[in-house]
């Protein structure tokens, strides 16, 4: 008796995939318990139309299948199907779609187009065939027991895919799936009151993951290192059923775990590997693997002509409006655009692969069926049978350490001539993070989630590079140096928070026999995952993607009137789409020296080389008439409500520093990012060596917000806005795509890596600041050309208050860190650094300088400047509220302070200016209310077709500027750092008498020779200028004479008479004669208001 039922269900569905097969054979095999199949085909048509991915099954083979069918004992021992080596080759889906490139591809299209040609559901399809009339009582009930726990086992899967040059193979030795206990442990187990659980595991053993490049006739040349090899991991899946009569679980967990995964990519393999992510985010946005015309079930309804029916669904849930993928499409017109095509083409299909893991099956009518949890989400009408519900499905991916290594290849050369050729490979670069989480959350078409988070994260220099052997064995080099990223924390420091209500979490409602809450709602779930909780659960990166489509109060869709078929049914829903994508990055270190630039852009030129053609190439902007004016209705319902994209994306507590480059082979690389081709490498490069103190630059910055924001569907709302006579405000704001950017506490200085490899305090260079930035652009302006007056961009930036702040010495210091990275000397050699200046630069704690240099500082205050772009004109405008230069002066005796000598302050008050009591006062700021230093206003017209002779327009409005002379700014541009000598040359320099000081540049000047800096200027007299004045618009030229000191330099003794005609003495001269004219004169020069036209060509 049990044959009669068990028999027809296996037969169904191993003849449903695999060809020429008899079924009387199969059933007397069957009867005696065990059947082996040898050398088997697979039905490629079946396999396309069961999974609906976008790729095309060239071959399928099967060498050997074994089904073992405990008769005696199905009530107890498992029903075990073992594959020995299945292969498969897939291809991506082209243009021509008639047929396969092998035989038997061609032979299972003609099949599959018979079987799309009748206008059954895919489900009816698969079960009126083959399905027997259960019966009723134990029987059913012993059967159900038997599928539950049925064994499969695989045993050398191959998988191929192929395209251009690219072959990616993926080998499984061993996968097995089976049921298990509340334990996880294997068990024959079955449904039971009151828990209504199954659980089941998928052990993977030794999966290997090669990525190989074949020529001209399809055949590998050599084999390149695997990108995965032996990775082994457990799939643990959890299904939550209502009741004991369901067919569909309401709940379903998918959770994989991988102890270790570590990853190898060659520098060959770099651009296959980048084409194949490529291929991966065109699926996702939808750009490439749209389903063909004939893969869709014909006679479904009319509403297939306005928006695709959701695969795996039963025809009578499409011609109902049920779940339909994006509705709020009509809210703009025209379904179809490229935004549409994008949700379509991932998430009906990932919604789709779900009925076929669970083994869904046609449940209309029967008992255990669901309902809707919002009724208002279905329509009400002509409905005769109950909607399933949509189950809750969760899939996880987690993994505890991975590692990414990035290597160089170079070929051997053999003897043989006929010898394959080898390759040798060289680690130079490992990405190693620890603590990763992808999760995914979705119900039906209307919730989905994404979630991705990484605890710790590191990068690290491996081996050498471009014939730089920077981290070999033997240099002995600290582990520390090698690093060069640092994001969040370690696992260790962190815990297990990335397996947070897991299945492999012994703390989780499903480990503890008690039924998971899922947040299926946009506002819960924006309140419970906020960026502080995925922070504290991961630390260095977290990710959430939300969409949601919810129900928008029952109205009818805007956009029926343009679909006569539509109109004439029942009155759609009213959905409101959205979409967001918040980015968190943590706490991160980036440290930029030669070792890891150098394998930074070399990763970046290996990706860079290839000729493979884009997926999808961006289209024209096509501007088309809309069939009918927008009715007040339609007006009505997007003022509520425009469904929008947003990104935001948050960086915390970035440090980047960027050390002087102490090797440099940049001139090799330069070229193959611009597009150009690759110089010869250096014949040969010198050894290196550390260089120690290494100065550099660091950046700092507290935090940055970035939010980016876009209409979901904009060619619909843009065709609709711009034929409107007078657009609201609102609905004009959603036709830009906006972003925001804030920066929070950015500042730079120069610090130093000692010996020890720690990094000495920050000396500011920039201090401390904030800023923003806004920038809008309209989408798709070429619908906009009636529309003059509407901007096409519009950015306005603002700034608050900026400084910069230098000593020479640090002045000098910059120069030559970034000529270290500039200028290459060919072989890689880097320039030598002055100790002195080091020396003076980062003085030790306690030490004084014996001549210490003054520091220039540089601030503006209250930068606005907007920018603006129209059709027929470009403008801009700005103001600078206050500019000021001062020179800060240390005290030369012990206990004294330091001294402020403003040298260019605005805007200031310059009617006494010339007067001695605005030399020597100390003035306070008059008003905070001080008007703008700096405004001006730009318009430049843009020549086009209906462009008359106008032209463009400057208005500038200037306050008063003080600028003092002072010997203070000559200090600054000729201090020189000190040389380090013999003590007999420094007693040399203290008994030298003193001349005047004329600059020279660093190269040329002599050890015996003293800057003006050591010069103190602390009790010379120095004008003070106001801080806040007013102007009037007046024009005054005044002199006055004052006594002024003359900077001086020591001269050695020497007996020998040195000559004068040398262009450096020379110059010495002539900056002493213009000095001397400069010295005693002060001049002030005051403009009013000046407006200035051009007429343009």
Known sequence: MLESYVTPLLMSYVNKYIKNLKPSDLQLSLWGGDVVLSKLDLKLDVLEQELKLPFTFMSGHIHELRIHVPWTKLGSEPVVITINTMECILKLRDGVQDDHESGSSSTSRSASDSVKAQAKPRRLQQAAPSDPDLPPGYVQSLIRRV????????????????????????????????????????????????????????????????????????????????LLYKCSF??????????????????????????????SVTDQQLPMFMRILE?????????????????????????????????????????????????????????????????????????SFVP????????????????????????????????????????????????????????????????????????????????????????????????????????????????????????????????????????????????????????????????????????????????????????????????????????????????????????????????TKRLVVGPLEVRLHSSAVHRILKMVACAMDHEYEPYCKPEPELVEERRAPATPEELSSLEEFIPTRLTCLTLLKVCITVSVAEFNLLHTLMPVLMGQKAPPAP??????????????????????????????????????????????????????????????????????????????????????????????????????????????????????????????????????????????????????????????????PGVKSRSPSPTLECSVQNVELKLCSRATVKCASGTVGAVKVCARTPGS??????????????????????????????????????????????????????????????????????????????????????RTGSRQQQQQQQQAPAVVAMAMPLAKRREDEVSVGSTPLAKQPSNQASDYASSPVKTKTVTESRPLSIPMKVMPISTAVESWSTSEERMKALIAHAWDAVKRLTLQRHDGDHTVFWAGN
């Open 356 to 579: 076929a893991i669970v083994g869904e099956e046609d449940e209309e009518g029967e008992d255990g069926t669901y309902h809707q949890r919002e009724p208002g989400s279905s329509p009400s009408g002509t409905q005769q049978h109950a909607q399933p519900r949509d189950p809750v499905v969760s899939i996880g991916f987690y993994c505890t350490k991975a590692s990414v290594t990035f290597k160089l290849t170079e070929s051997l050369s053999e003897s043989s001539y006929y010898s394959p050729q080898k390759v040798k490979s060289r680690e130079v670069l490992c990405l190693e993070p620890e603590g990763i989480t992808i999760e995914v959350l979705m119900m039906g078409e209307a919730f989905f989630d994404c979630q991705i988070g990484i605890v710790g994260c590191r990068a690290v220099c491996l081996k050498g590079i471009m014939g730089v052997r920077d981290f070999e064995d033997n240099l002995n080099r600290r582990e520390e140096d090698a690093v060069f990223f640092m994001c969040g924390e370690t696992l260790s420091a962190k815990g297990m928070t990335y397996l947070t209500n897991s299945l492999f979490d012994y703390r989780s409602p499903e480990n503890n026999g008690v039924r998971a809450e899922f947040i299926l709602d946009a506002t819960n779930h924006k309140e419970t995952y906020t960026e502080i909780a995925g922070m504290q659960r991961f630390g260095a990166f977290y990710m959430d993607y939300l969409y949601t489509m919810e129900n928008g109060g029952g109205k009818g869709s805007v956009g029926s009137q343009d679909s006569p078929a539509v109109a004439k049914e029942e009155p759609l829903p009213d959905v409101q789409e959205s979409s």
């Open 893 to 978: 005796e012990e206990g004294s302070k330091e001294k402020l000598v403003p040298l260019i302050q605005g805007p200031s008050d310059t009617r006494e200016l010339h007067t001695s009591r605005w030399l020597n006062e100390i003035r306070k700021p008059e008003s905070l209310l001080a008007p703008d230093l700096l405004a001006f206003s730009v318009q430049v017209p843009l020549q086009g077709d209906d462009c008359r002779n106008s032209g463009a327009v400057l208005l500038v409005s200037v306050q008063g500027i003080a600028a003092n002379v002072d010997p203070v700014v000559c200090t600054w541009l000729l201090h020189q750092p000190h």
């Open 234 to 263: 457990r799939t643990r899946l959890h299904f939550t059923y209502d009741n004991m009569n369901s067919k569909i679980p309401a709940f379903i967990k998918m959770q994989t775990m991988v102890e270790s995964l570590k990853l």
């Open 683 to 844: 014949p040969s490069v010198p050894a290196f060596q550390p260089v120690r103190p290494l100065p550099a630059l660091r950046f700092q910055v507290e935090r940055v917000n970035v939010e980016h924001t876009v209409p979901m569907y904009g060619p619909e709302l843009v065709g609709l806005v711009s034929a409107l006579s007078q657009p609201s405000d609102n609905l004009l704001h959603h036709c830009y795509a906006h972003c925001y950017l804030k920066v929070f506490e950015f500042q730079a200085g120069l610090t130093c890596q000692d010996t020890a490899g720690t990094f000495l305090p920050l000396l500011p260079i920039i201090p401390s600041f904030s800023t923003a930035l806004y920038g809008k652009l309209l989408q798709l302006p070429a619908c906009w050309t009636k529309r003059s007056p509407v901007p096409t961009t519009e950015c306005i930036f603002e700034l608050p208050h900026f400084a910069v702040q230098a000593t020479m010495a640090q002045a000098l210091l910059l120069q030559a860190l970034c000529q270290s990275w500039t200028h290459s000397l060919g072989n890689g050699t880097p320039q030598a650094l002055s100790e002195g200046l080091l020396q003076q630069v980062f003085r030790a």
């Open 279 to 351: 291929l991966v985010i065109a699926l996702y946005y939808g750009a490439i693997g749209a389903p063909r015309d004939g893969d869709a079930d014909e006679g479904s309804g009319p509403i297939r002509e306005t928006v695709d029916p959701v695969p795996g669904m039963d025809v009578e849930e499409d011609n109902q409006g049920m779940a339909r993928p994006f509705s709020s499409s009509e809210l703009c017109m025209q379904p179809g655009g490229p935004d549409d095509q994008m949700d379509e083409g991932w998430v009906s299909w990932a919604w």
């Open 147 to 226: 599928v539950n726990n049925v064994n499969i086992v695989v045993n050398n899967l191959i998988l191929k895919y192929v395209e251009d040059d690219i072959v990616l193979s993926v080998n499984i030795t061993s996968a097995e799936c089976y049921t298990v206990d509340d334990a996880w442990e294997r068990a024959f187990m079955d449904i039971t009151a009151p828990e209504l659980v199954l659980r089941k595991v998928i052990n993977f053993s030794d999966c290997t993951v090669c990525l190989d490049k074949r020529n001209g006739s399809g055949k590998i040349e050599f084999y390149q290192d695997p």
